[in-house]
């Protein structure tokens, strides 16, 4: 399962109602953080997630409403009795920008682990989820993320039956790992020969601050979900969105529908467009499943058919919005 939190939905400067983009993704009670800008933290505190818990940042580009908010949240962190180190992922340029913040955030009890992504794409691991960094159209170096949970296939009981594969070597199996069973001759067991093919796992994408680009589509290719920038509500302003490195809409709607995702969010709100639903037709007429992001939306992906504690299948995800 993952956990998201939609923090902040906004562009440029928080408002009142609305503060700056970010996002929390949250895997077996761990966190990672896509961007801090100023006023995260308290989005954070609002959300109820500990900031101690945040094992990876990734920033998208060095503009200061994505990363005012960094030496702040590290302080905070470090009085939260954060020891384990820290991985930060960001553009070129990333470790002397983020030391330069840091200069007001000295003496940290946790070590800073950087991962600066070189050229248009950047692979890592945040625990047992894929994390990708792709390369986005700004007026500066900018990424966007995608973070995939894979899902084995089924086991074959059966099968591990008729091959004699003793019961203490199931889970082993189960999780990818091959099996020497040193009791009977050292006859060796591997994951194939017990496992289906792999079933659908869990894909999320998240892209802000960027034009319109053939990345958004691959890397958000049949996503469970796409987060996407709508800087600029209405079509008539592409223009004026093309030249200040952004979308609209539509655009974005455009992004999500030849990516194949199953569903759109639309975050990064210009300070001018205070009531973004009025104009969700525009993105709705080329996308339908859309919705208009607000700060501290909360969605819980499960695999499919999979089952909660109290025995309700989840085919779908769950939606709570605050």
Same mark, same amino acid.
């Given at each position: ?92 340029? $990333?470790?002397?920008? !983020? ?5 007001? /955030?000295? %003496? +940290?009890?946790?070590?800073?682990? =950087? ?19 792709? $390369?986005?159209?700004? !007026? ?5 993320? /995608?973070? %995939? +949970?894979?899902?084995?296939?089924? =086991? ?167």
């Amino acid at each position: 399962m993952l956990d998201i939190h939609l923090l902040g939905t906004g562009a440029m400067m928080p408002l009142p109602e609305r503060r700056l983009a970010s996002l929390l993704l949250r895997r077996n009670g761990r966190l990672l953080l896509i961007d801090c800008g100023e006023g995260t933290q308290v989005a954070i505190r609002e959300s109820g997630w500990s900031m101690a818990r945040i094992d990876t940042i990734c920033l998208t580009h060095f503009h200061a409403d994505h990363i005012a908010g960094l030496p702040g949240l590290l302080l905070t962190m470090g009085t939260c009795e954060r020891k384990e180190p820290v991985t930060i992922i960001g553009p070129k340029g $990333l470790e002397p920008v !983020v030391r330069c913040l840091c200069v007001i /955030a000295q %003496e +940290l009890p946790f070590a800073l682990r =950087f991962e600066e992504i070189k050229g248009g794409r950047h692979d890592s691991m945040f625990h047992d989820v894929r994390l990708t960094g792709f $390369l986005l159209d700004h !007026v500066i170096p900018c990424y966007g993320y /995608a973070f %995939e +949970l894979d899902r084995p296939g089924k =086991f074959d009981a059966e099968k591990a039956k008729e091959l004699g594969i003793p019961i203490a070597h199931w889970s082993v199996l189960q999780k990818g790992f091959e099996v020497t069973d040193t009791a009977h001759e050292g006859r060796v067991f591997t994951p194939d020969m017990v496992m289906g093919a792999p079933r659908r796992g869990i894909k999320l994408a998240y892209c802000t601050d960027t034009r319109v680009t053939g990345s958004i589509v691959t890397h958000a290719r049949d996503a469970d979900l796409l987060i996407c920038e709508g800087t600029y509500a209405e079509s008539g302003k592409a223009e004026k969105a093309r030249l200040h490195g952004h979308m609209t809409f539509a655009q974005a709607a455009a992004c999500a529908r030849d990516a194949g995702a199953r569903e759109l969010v639309l975050t990064h709100f210009s300070p001018a467009v205070m009531e973004p639903e009025l104009f969700l037709d525009e993105a709705s007429r080329v996308f339908p499943n859309v919705l208009v992001g607000r700060d501290l939306m909360h969605r819980e992906f499960r695999f499919e058919g999979q089952k909660d504690s109290h025995n309700h299948v989840y085919n779908d995800i769950r939606f709570y919005a605050y």
